[in-house]
């Protein structure tokens, strides 16, 4: 009886064993073959006059391999025995991953950055370099451009790079077959999309099963109409306003009012079935950012951009949000090139070179006048002339309400909270 | 000196006439070593690590205070009680669909009258080859009303057409469903091999002592099924209570829509490894603190079912 009990416990134990083993193999992860292979050992020792140097680049855009080959490829121009390998991340996973390389020593030489709280984590843990010394960071980017690298003492743990932005993408075709104009207010959008749901057109691409994208694109990218820019923003933060005051009612409230004009089963709309949605002529208009850009270049109609419009009594803001800046590991075994390759990203010959082989959709930061070449990202960039930006709500301060957040406009569109409800709910968590 | 190696010698060395020694230790210990260093020891070390919180470089022991906040902490507990929920209810779909309609197939692709078993037999086990995110994916497409729904209504059955995935009332459902699809090839190899190790002698002379086909499955079939159940039991509890993949596939790890579907798997790689989107900062010592109470609970209730259904030797 008692030998059987043993073989008993040994056979549960080998059973469960795979769950809590999967904490640590993943973490073995970063060890896989292509991350390992940083091929930089051999070359050293025996020319030390002329070494190579190879810097592999951490990244969360899968997409932008060709765009940032070219961009290292003129960097060659500029330091011939450094060789940098652009190693990107499939997105979701990239904090992750990032982590998990970080934590077993197998990070990356230099690293896309995330803003605010998550790169100041990353910093405070001793993975970021301190960048602040890197020449012509602090003069040729403005204030509010630093702030998302920026730790409150003021240092700055990674060099600016792109930012994104937030609007409606349309169909011109539609737009024109339906005699329909670019609307001005939030009332003439819920026309517009009247009159194509009446006329059998699906308005909208917008869904909600990832959950991501109908917060960060639709409602954040509304939301400045409603609250304003920065200076009101910081209200929030600060208490001084509450996150269920009548601005954030009325946020609730208009967006609920668009959930008849999405896909019929929204519900179950993912990110890349509104893309096929829109890029099909399916759907007219799409609430989206950006980065999507590129996917509508090849596009069989003619389309535009235009910023969501605000209620008629208030001004149209945009969302314009830093997204990318690139950084060092702090245990680089070639901490001189790294550095260097951040320099050069700070100086006006680098940030035009890298601003040309950005990814469509993607703008600089920097204080130099860049010209972009696409039309559409001109176009899309035109939407902040004259026009109050600010970095998406939630990423400077209150991090914390993103899921709540996510979750209130998801229930209003649902039908399942009224609009009070909705930010009563995310109001209720902070003190 | 010399005594206590000729001694060791005699225990442990090769010695074949001597099937009392111990030379089969050296068989073992490539294994146990590979055991030890991939399972037990990263196992323990999981143990360990959910009395710390932080992460690398900053990791502070705070004993089991991740396990009371797991517990007590409101935003914490929500969430694990929900996943565990979730958990069982996906659990309880598998051993309702998945591992009842397995004992079905088995009991049908043992009957030596029907025509076309081996056909069956590959349509049933083939979806166990696909890869999860395969399968998640392609049925995620199918479910969705906007690329089912043309296809639905001419079949005239539009009214099909539903976001399924979508409503919290349905998506973990159809989820569950899906991972039974999937998987249901499994049991049902296990069932058929049980059912055809069972002796002809005892159907016929059960047939000659006038039994119905009905009386032979619940008189003989199921009670000498009765150990595998119990493995398949344990198996799918086991598997089910890890999962995480199929739901990763088919909505997000966030458990979509408003955490419906969050299984205990995609609550421990929010907090452990991935952190919540998008802040993205893990917290590796609740989530080996999550991983360890379903170590425990698994072991117990493992323990439990295999002492039911075990035959009496």
């Given amino acids: ?431 | 000196m010399q005594s206590s190696a000729k001694k060791t010698r005699l225990h442990l060395g090769a010695n074949s006439l001597n099937p009392k020694g111990l030379y089969w230790i050296w068989f073992m210990i490539p294994a146990l070593a590979f055991y030890v260093v991939f399972m037990a020891y990263p196992m323990l070390e999981s143990l360990r690590l959910s009395f710390f919180t932080g992460n690398y470089g900053n990791r502070v022991f705070v004993g089991f205070s991740n396990f009371i906040k797991l517990f007590s902490d409101s935003d914490h507990s929500e969430r694990f009680f929900n996943a565990f929920k979730n958990t069982a209810i996906f659990f309880a779909v598998h051993m309702l669909v998945q591992n009842v309609l397995g004992i079905v197939f088995a009991v049908l692709l043992t009957n030596t009258h029907m025509r076309g078993r081996k056909i069956y037999q590959t349509i049933i086990f083939v979806p166990t080859t696909f890869a999860v995110l395969v399968t998640g994916y392609l049925w995620k497409l199918l479910l969705s009303p906007v690329w089912s729904k043309p296809f639905l209504t001419g079949m005239g059955l539009g009214a099909l057409a539903k976001p399924w995935l979508g409503m919290e009332s349905t998506a973990l459902l159809f989820v569950s469903l899906v991972s039974c699809w999937q998987w249901i090839g499994i049991p049902t190899m296990m069932f058929v091999a049980a059912l055809r190790n069972i002796s002809e002698d005892i159907y016929e002379a059960a047939y000659i002592d006038g039994a119905t086909g009905w009386q032979v499955f619940w008189g003989i079939k199921l009670p000498l099924l009765k150990p595998i159940i119990g493995m398949i039991t344990i198996l799918t509890f086991v598997n089910n209570f890890n999962a995480f993949d199929i739901v990763f596939a088919m909505e997000n790890v966030n458990g979509a829509p408003g955490y419906s579907t969050d299984l205990i798997g995609t609550l421990f790689y929010r907090l452990g490894i991935a952190g919540q989107h998008p802040i993205g900062i893990p917290d590796p010592g609740m989530g080996a603190a999550v991983s360890t109470l379903i170590f425990i609970m698994l072991a117990i209730v493992s323990i439990l079912i295999l002492r039911r259904t075990e035959t009496k030797g």
Avoid at chain 1, 271 to 297: E, I
Avoid at chain 1, 357 to 365: D, H, I, K
């Fill in chain 1, 1 to 431: 009886m008692k030998n059987r009990m043993l073989i008993v416990l040994l056979v549960v134990l080998l059973a469960v064993t795979p769950l809590l083993g999967a904490c640590q193999q993943s973490a073995l992860k970063p060890e896989q073959p292509e991350k390992a292979e940083t091929p930089e050992k051999p070359a050293e020792p025996e020319k030390p006059q002329k070494e190579k140097v190879e810097l592999t680049m951490g990244s969360w855009r899968a997409d932008d391999v060709a765009q940032m080959n070219n961009l290292i490829a003129a960097y060659k121009a500029v330091a011939p025995d450094v060789n940098i390998t652009f190693q990107p991340t499939n997105p979701p996973d990239y904090n992750a991953t990032l982590r998990l390389q970080l934590d077993s020593d197998t990070g990356p030489d230099l690293m896309y950055a995330r803003s605010y709280a998550t790169g100041q984590e990353l910093f405070n843990a001793g993975f970021f370099a301190d960048c602040t010394d890197i020449p012509g960071l602090m003069d040729n980017f403005t204030a509010s451009n630093l702030a998302p690298w920026q730790m409150p003492d003021g240092k700055m743990f990674a060099v600016p790079f792109a930012a994104v932005s937030h609007a409606v993408y349309y169909n011109k075709d539609i737009f024109a077959a339906q005699g329909l104009s670019v609307p001005a207010t939030w009332d003439e959008f819920i026309e517009v999309c009247q009159t194509l749901k009446d006329n059998g057109i699906t308005p909208l691409a917008n869904g909600v099963a990832d959950e991501w994208d109908i917060l960060e694109c639709f409602f954040l990218g509304m939301l400045p109409n409603y609250v304003g820019g920065a200076d009101q923003r910081v209200l929030y933060e600060k208490g001084d306003k509450k996150l269920n005051d009548e601005n954030f009612v009325n946020a609730y409230t208009d967006i609920a009012e668009v959930a008849p004009f999405l896909p019929d089963g929204f519900e179950a709309v993912t990110y890349n079935d509104s893309q096929v949605l829109f890029n099909t002529q399916a759907a007219a208009m799409f609430m989206d950012g950006s980065w999507t850009l590129g996917v509508y270049a090849d596009a069989d109609f003619d389309w535009g951009v235009f910023a969501i419009p605000a209620r008629s009594a208030a001004d149209t803001a945009v969302t314009f949000h830093p997204d990318m800046a690139i950084t060092m590991n702090t245990k680089t075994a070639h901490p001189e090139e790294a550095k260097a390759f951040l320099a050069w990203l700070c100086t006006k010959e680098g940030a035009t070179t890298a601003s040309e082989n950005l990814p469509v959709g993607f703008f600089p930061m920097i204080n130099f006048e860049i010209q972009l070449e696409d039309v559409h990202a001109n176009e899309f960039l035109a939407l902040n002339l004259g026009k109050q930006t600010d970095a998406r709500f939630v990423w400077p301060a209150l991090m914390d309400l993103y899921s709540p957040m996510n979750q209130a406009v998801i229930g209003v569109l649902k039908g399942t909270m009224t609009p009070q409800q909705a930010a009563d709910s995310v109001a209720a968590l902070l003190p």
